[in-house]
Structure formats: C-alpha cells, structure tokens
C-alpha cells in the first residue's frame, strides 16, 4: 500500500470524474496521479464514520480509485476493548507513529465506503512500518 494519512473535517474534496459517455467515465488514466483534493491511501479523516463525535478513519483504497466519489477507511479508535488480546485485526499505533494526539487503534475489521464530502482534512499520516501491519491485518480480515 502507498503511504498511509490520517485526515480531520473540513472542506471535502470535489471528485474529478470524467464526462459521461467517454471510455474512462469515473476511471482516471491508467498511471494518473491522483485527482487534486482526492484523498490518498492511508489518509485518515475525521468524522468520516457514523459513531459518537468524530473519529480519524485510515484511507485503504487504492490510488487508481481517486477519481471515485466514494473512498474505503477503516476507522481508528483510542478505546478498543479487545486490544488487549490483540487480535490479528486491530493494528496498535502511537501518537508518534501516526500524528495523532493520542495512542490508538486501527480497527481492520470495520472497513467502511463513505461518501468523500464525508472526510475533513489530513490530520497525520501512518508510519511505512504501521502500514505493513494494516496490511497484514486487511489481508487477514478478506482473506487474501
């Protein structure tokens, strides 16, 4: 997976799809950068998910969906009552290890589509090792 981002609300992006009725309608260029304002993998917004107050969300999708009007998350939490077990799903991560500003959990097995006016702004970003284990726990969750 490319880089991962955390994200806070504010000004939602504006999806860049291509006009309809051409070949790519809804697909960027096989190779494009990312849509300007798109999220990006590893991004993670606040107030993205439907749960009391808003909650940062880790972007897991990959780069080829950023013209997509809809971006995949797993949300994050500082509270997990299962972490302690540590389940091959949950995925710790420190304040350091993700620009956040406090300690906490990437919930693998919540993964979530949400509408990408839904995302606020950037608000850290996972370090490349935290990103290895989110992947490690995605694969375990959808079997892949």
């Known amino acids: 997976?490319?880089?991962?981002?955390?994200?806070?609300?504010p000004p939602p992006p504006s999806p860049a799809v291509a006009p309809a009725g051409t070949p790519?309608?809804?697909k960027p260029a096989a190779g494009a950068p990312p849509s300007?304002?798109?999220?990006?993998?590893?991004e993670?917004?606040?107030?993205?998910?439907?749960?009391a107050g808003p909650h940062p969300a880790v972007v897991v999708q990959?780069?080829?969906m950023?013209?997509?009007?809809?971006?995949v998350v797993v949300p994050m939490t500082s509270k997990a009552r299962s972490a302690e077990l540590?389940?091959?799903y949950m995925v710790g991560v420190s304040a350091r290890q993700s620009?956040?500003?406090?300690?906490?959990?990437?919930?693998?097995?919540?993964i979530v589509t949400v509408d990408v006016t839904e995302l606020g702004e950037r608000a850290g970003r996972l370090s490349p090792g935290k990103i290895e284990e989110l992947d490690v726990a995605l694969r375990f969750v959808l079997a892949l």
């Open 44 to 51: 993670a917004p606040e107030g993205a998910l439907p749960v």
């Open 86 to 88: 540590r389940p091959p």
């Open 36 to 42: 300007e304002g798109a999220p990006s993998e590893g």
């Open 66 to 71: 950023a013209r997509s009007s809809t971006v």
């Open 1 to 9: 997976m490319a880089e991962e981002e955390l994200i806070d609300p």
């Open 24 to 26: 790519a309608a809804g």
């Open 62 to 64: 990959t780069p080829a």
């Open 99 to 110: 620009g956040l500003g406090k300690d906490g959990w990437v919930k693998a097995d919540q």
